[in-house]
């Protein structure tokens, strides 16, 4: 009796599916026909081309290799929004097990495939340069890679921005006070609670670090009568926030400037606040980066750090493939023991230390309704491929604030005087 030959040459679900350690959770399919997974899975990824194939078998990092094929248009997501695929990507998260195989199983695989598809096609053209190339192009954190990292991200088209920040354009965790407040109550009240620590009063001096668009400035301007100037890399940025002090009529004590935070002449500030700029500007310039604010601080004057972090510091500071390409180039991250330490080591004696990293998650869930809800005037203006950049990298982010993969950390610190003066209360008073 003849035995049934073993199969050699696989379809691509049943490669997907030789790759799996349990039952796929959702379905996939190609466009050489084949399926695989529950057809009545909430969720299907379709293989759209020969290119998306491509994508997924010759990047050797996972989430770089499904990004670039998602970005690109060649892996299709069916059942939830471009623009929101949270559900989808807890789906993935959870159900998708993956194993390693035999090299025997490897090599059959590849020549079901082709081995042609190992060959990277040309990335799509939202992907910034590898970390060799760009070290290749000029040293990192120097004024002007650090000036083409940040314009890669935040110089994309600041009516893009306005449609999925909303009217507050802040691109930072906000706060949320009670559970039925709106993204735009939460963001000023993220403005408030940074006033409050930093005891601001009529009068007083602020320099905002990153200032972004310009909401913390025009916060401590037109709530508390600070004189408040901001800083940004990001052109678009600076001259939208111009736009918006002068039309708030607050050009009196408000000034945001297109300018390295490294070229601010300034000094003697009443108050500081870097509100999500630490993540951008290296691990190893944490001593160069408190020292510089330390020095342009008056005596008992104030320092809030406001920045994304890692959950332990077992974790890589780097971050991943995918972000590093799409959304954050150069972009590292600490855990907040790190931060405090170097906060300390410039001379600052810290204060309060607060994690608010399910804030984060619930402000990047806004965000995300706000690119669904204007997901063609988005289109129209930066095209389909960014906005599936943001769709996927704002979901993806939320879910890793709610699994503390991150977190988002306040660190409030103060320049001691001569005499180990702090300027504190005996209590908080924020």
Same mark, same amino acid.
């Given at each position: ?10 379809? #691509? ?49 996972? =989430? ?18 471009? !623009? ?14 993956? &194993? ?31 970390? /060799? ?92 009568? /600070? ?12 001259? *939208? ?51 510089? #604010? ?7 004057? &104030? ?26 180039? =150069? ?5 907040? !023991? ?13 204060? =309060? ?13 806004? *965000? ?6 204007? *997901? ?6 930066? !095209? ?47």
């Amino acid at each position: 009796m003849s035995e049934t030959p073993t199969k050699t040459k696989l379809t #691509i679900a049943e490669a997907f599916e030789r790759l799996m350690r349990e039952p796929l959770p959702l379905q996939i399919t190609a466009y050489d026909g084949s399926a695989a997974g529950p057809a009545d899975a909430p969720y299907r990824f379709h293989v759209a081309n020969e290119r998306g194939l491509n994508y997924l078998m010759s990047s050797p990092d996972p =989430d770089l290799a499904l990004g670039r094929a998602y970005v690109a248009g060649d892996l299709q997501l069916f059942g939830a929004h471009p !623009g929101d695929p949270y559900e989808a990507l807890v789906v993935l998260k959870h159900g998708i097990k993956l &194993r390693r195989p035999s090299p025997s199983e490897l090599v059959m695989l590849v020549r079901s495939l082709g081995a042609s598809r190992l060959v990277p096609p040309p990335p799509p053209p939202q992907e910034a340069p590898s970390r /060799v190339r760009r070290v290749l192009e000029g040293f990192r954190h120097s004024l002007g890679r650090d000036a083409e990292a940040i314009s890669h991200h935040y110089d994309v088209s600041n009516r893009f921005y306005e449609l999925v920040l909303g009217p507050s354009m802040t691109y930072t965790c906000a706060v949320f006070p009670h559970e039925g407040a709106t993204l735009e109550e939460a963001q000023a009240a993220k403005y408030d609670l940074v006033a409050r620590k930093l005891d601001l009063k009529p009068g007083q001096r602020l320099l905002d670090l990153g200032c972004g668009w310009g909401g913390m400035v025009r916060h401590a301007a037109k709530e508390y009568g /600070v004189k408040a100037l901001g800083v940004t890399l990001s052109r678009q940025q600076a001259e *939208w926030a111009q736009e918006e002090i002068k039309r708030q009529r607050l050009d009196d004590l408000a000034e945001v400037r297109h300018l390295d935070y490294r070229l601010v002449k300034e000094t003697g500030f009443d108050a500081i606040s870097s509100i999500g700029l630490t993540e951008h500007i290296g691990v190893r310039n944490y001593p160069s980066y408190f020292s510089f #604010i330390e020095g342009k601080l008056k005596p008992e004057g &104030r320092l809030l750090n406001h920045c994304i972090t890692r959950a332990n510091n077992r974790q890589s500071t780097r971050t991943g493939e995918f972000i590093d390409r799409y959304v954050f180039p =150069d972009g590292e991250l600490a855990a907040p !023991g790190r931060l405090v330490s170097a906060v300390h080591d410039a001379g600052f004696e810290v204060h =309060d230390v607060e994690n608010i990293r399910f804030h984060y998650a619930r402000t990047l869930a806004g *965000w995300c309704a706000n690119l669904v809800e204007h *997901w063609d005037e988005c289109v129209a203006e930066v !095209g389909e491929n960014t906005c599936r950049v943001w769709g996927l990298y704002m979901a993806g982010s939320r879910l890793a604030f709610e699994r503390n993969e991150i977190q988002l950390h306040h660190i409030l610190a103060a320049k001691l005087g001569a005499d180990g003066s702090n300027g504190f209360p005996l209590r908080p008073t924020w």
